[in-house]
T-cell receptor, first 110, second 116 residues
């Protein structure tokens, strides 16, 4: 990818379990954002974390950022079947351009 | 919230023809728009940054003569895939920002291009 890698590439869990996805990137950033994408559709913005923040919460989402390791994680708690989608991290290096990670395909089994 | 539309949502064209994709910001003026392409089961790749009234800035490896971008107004950017070939078949997504330096990007729903 232009910026980094996400792992796992694919994740399958039971409804109610937690899902954790990781994102690593290559260069210094201003902020990092997470998006979800349902198959063949556009992107939905989930959460933004700035480079001076370490953790952020939004509903069932928890995002962490470790700039020393150039990595971020997205935790979805109490997953639902409707959470099934692909999840991407995107980094902003300060020029407004977003560089996306390779993505994690999440399947939540009812 | 800010809404970005794309037209068409799907297009099929013959090899060698050109295809134009429109990206519109419906309820705001977008100083900057971005174009991405996404192959099946892959990530989004930034193709170019488009500022209203100036030439687009292309990412390394993206042919500017192949992918013509025009950002003639604050609400419309167009991407023209010239002399399309089957390998240009992809999902093309645009996004827009309200102001320069804004963290928020609003994404369009995407255009599925199939070149036969």
């Amino acid at each position: 990818s232009q910026q980094g890698e996400e792992d796992p590439q694919a994740l399958s869990i039971q409804e109610g379990e937690n899902a954790t996805m990781n994102c690593s990137y290559k260069t210094s950033i201003n902020n990092l954002q997470w998006y979800r994408q349902n198959s063949g559709r556009g992107l939905v913005h989930l959460i933004l974390i700035r480079s001076n923040e370490r953790e952020k919460h939004s509903g069932r989402l928890r995002v962490t950022l470790d700039t020393s390791k150039k990595s971020s994680s997205l935790l979805i708690t109490a997953s639902r079947a409707a959470d099934t989608a692909s999840y991407f991290c995107a980094t902003d290096r300060g020029g407004n351009q977003f560089y996306f990670g390779t993505g994690t395909s999440l399947t939540v089994i009812p | 919230g800010a809404v970005v539309s794309q037209h068409p949502s799907r297009v099929i064209c013959k090899s060698g023809t050109s295809v134009k994709i429109e990206c519109r910001s419906l309820d705001f003026q977008a100083t900057t728009m971005f174009w991405y392409r996404q192959f099946p089961k892959q990530s989004l790749m930034l193709m170019a940054t488009s500022n209203e009234g100036s030439k687009a800035t292309y990412e390394q490896g993206v042919e500017k003569d192949k992918f013509l971008i025009n950002h003639a107004s604050l609400t419309l950017s167009t991407l023209t895939v010239t002399s399309a070939h089957p390998e240009d078949s992809s999902f093309y997504i645009c996004s827009a920002t309200l102001t320069s330096g804004s963290y928020e990007q609003y994404f369009g729903p995407g255009t599925r291009l199939t070149v036969t």
